[in-house]
């Protein structure tokens, strides 16, 4: 899979710099971010077992990595 330009800006020294980012910011996919969210929820207890997200056709099978994601927490 080619890499996305969007993470290849937010990797770029100077365009980090000039964004003024944090050095400890770093890039994350949608699938990423929504995992994150799924931790969370979970670790605050959240009730529910329903997660909804949109398919990103780019990516390879990020459902399976939510599936994964779920049956873990």
């Known amino acids: ?13 100077s365009r980090r710099r ?15 971010l929504a995992l ?3 931790e969370r929820a979970a670790a605050d207890n959240v009730p529910g077992q329903l997660v909804l997200a949109e398919a ?6 990020p459902e399976i990595r939510i599936r994964r994601q779920l049956a873990e927490a």
């Open 1 to 13: 899979m080619s890499r996305s330009p969007r993470r290849e800006c937010a990797n770029d020294p």
């Open 18 to 32: 000039e964004a003024q980012i944090p050095d400890g910011i770093q890039f994350k996919s949608k699938v990423d």
């Open 36 to 38: 994150d969210a799924i």
């Open 56 to 61: 990103d056709t780019r990516l390879r099978c």
